[in-house]
């Protein structure tokens, strides 16, 4: 019997778009920011800027020094978190309902940078994001990353939750066959689907 769902956050929740970002360093002067960062691979400084190894003003300095660029920290962060769209108000009212239920969390590859722009924009019914989920856990903020198994044992570990007793739900099918090695129920969200979709595995 499920009691609690694992959402992942980029694609499953909110929509992303990597043409944005590229778009927007090249007007920055940067032409191939896409075989820096894509949806299916990135290069090792997004990684790590992912689990914490570096700060924000490391990552950007960094950032200027394999793009050979002068660029400031702002304009580097206004570029990246032009990836970030907007999350469809009929996911967050299914959030809602799901809560009702279930133990509700969110597990999610991603960075200070991107998090802290998406909270200062959020916006839905006067409410906090966090208060869709009984806890966040953030790769940057637990220095790990899906689909390394050690970060479902973490979360499983964290909120006192069982694996049988638990659904995952991603997009990247490597971290759902992670899960799967871990005990956890999954569901491999495709982009664009109906999020309620996941009924069906409840």
């Not at 799901?98 to 839905?124: A, E, G, P, Q, R």
């Not at 066959?177 to 491999?188: E, P, R, Y």
């Amino acid at each position: 019997m499920i009691k609690n769902i694992i959402f992942d956050f980029g694609v499953v929740l909110i929509d992303i778009d990597t043409n944005l970002a590229v778009e927007t360093f090249k007007e920055l002067g940067i032409s191939d920011f896409d075989n820096l960062y894509n949806l299916t691979s990135q290069s090792d400084l997004f990684n790590r800027l992912e689990t914490g190894d570096l700060n924000v003003s490391q990552f950007c300095e960094e950032f200027r020094f394999i793009t050979r660029t002068n660029l400031k920290d702002e304009e580097i962060k206004y570029a990246w978190n032009k990836v970030l769209l907007d999350i469809p108000k009929n996911k967050l009212a299914f959030l809602e309902s799901l809560k009702k239920n279930y133990k509700i969390f969110l597990l999610s590859n991603t960075n200070k940078i991107h998090i802290d722009y998406f909270n200062n924009t959020f916006s839905y019914n006067n409410k906090p994001f966090s208060q869709f989920f009984d806890k966040e856990y953030y790769s940057y903020k637990i220095g790990l990353r899906k689909p390394n198994l050690e970060i479902y044992n973490y979360v499983l570990t964290d909120a006192n939750i069982l694996a049988e007793e638990t659904l995952f739900v991603d997009d990247n099918k490597e971290n759902i066959s992670s899960a799967n090695l871990m005990g956890i129920k999954t569901f491999h969200f495709q982009k664009g689907e109906n999020l309620e979709n996941i009924s069906i595995a409840l």
